[in-house]
């Protein structure tokens, strides 16, 4: 398959340990924010999203905290599979006002799991 | 149901070609969007569409890019005189209102010799 994100940030378990990807976002303005999963070849999915509103919202098998004082969004992955190797991207965007939700992603993580 | 469905899937133009890439959204979706991914980069946006309306084409690199969408439904990126730098995964999405969370299709990757 084709190789995606030479120089991204990697993080590399074995199956069935717990994941933490990590994410600082920019712009303080952001009420919105989502977590993608992309597998070679292929677009972004949805994998959970949280409002500004909220530190932390939990989804099957994944959670996502946010701490809108450091700016910073995490990802946890429980009982990480195979199938979750894939490059993580946050986004985020501003849903206020006149605003169409945009998304200005992050850089990326590869996540690779053992079996 | 179908999801966002991009073609082609792969596109090689020799420099100086004019390249255009469609997007069928999904059924009913009012927004749309086209981003560009750069092998090891996190997608980049490009413009964006209510219905018919380009509401946003900031994202747009240069005026030889040029997106449209004239019946509120499929619509097509064109890239006129393709330069190198124009490589990249061309990424579609859409979503039901602004508000909802974004649909991606597969992209389409062009490659400029």
């Known amino acids: 398959g084709e190789s995606v994100g030479l120089h991204l940030p990697t993080l590399s378990v074995q199956e069935g340990d717990n994941s933490i990807i990590n994410c600082a976002y920019s712009n303080s303005a952001s009420d919105y924010f989502i977590w993608y999963k992309q597998e070679s070849g292929k677009g972004p999915q949805f994998i959970i999203d949280?409002?500004?509103?909220?530190d932390k919202r939990q989804g099957q098998r994944v959670t996502v905290l946010l701490n809108k004082t450091v700016k910073h969004l995490s990802l946890q992955i429980a009982a990480t599979q195979p199938g979750d190797s894939a490059v993580y991207f946050c986004a985020e965007t501003n849903l206020g006002g006149t605003s169409y939700g945009k998304l200005t992603f992050g850089q990326g993580t590869i996540l690779t799991v053992h079996p | 149901g179908a999801g966002v469905s991009q073609s082609p899937r792969y596109k090689v133009a020799k420099r100086g070609q004019d390249v255009a890439l469609r997007c069928d959204p999904i059924?009913?979706?009012?927004?749309l969007f086209w981003y560009q991914q750069a092998l090891g980069q996190g997608p980049e946006f490009l413009t964006y569409f209510q219905n018919e309306a380009q509401l946003d084409k900031s994202g747009l690199p240069s005026d030889r890019f040029f997106a449209e969408r004239p019946e509120g439904s499929v619509s097509t990126l064109k890239i006129q005189r393709t330069q190198q730098e124009d490589s990249a995964v061309y990424l579609c999405?859409?979503?039901?209102?602004?508000?909802?969370?974004?649909?991606f299709g597969n992209g389409t990757r062009l490659t400029v010799t």
């Open positions: 949280i409002r500004s509103n909220m």
């Open positions: 999405a859409s979503s039901f209102d602004p508000r909802s969370p974004l649909h």
């Open positions: 059924s009913g979706h009012v927004s």
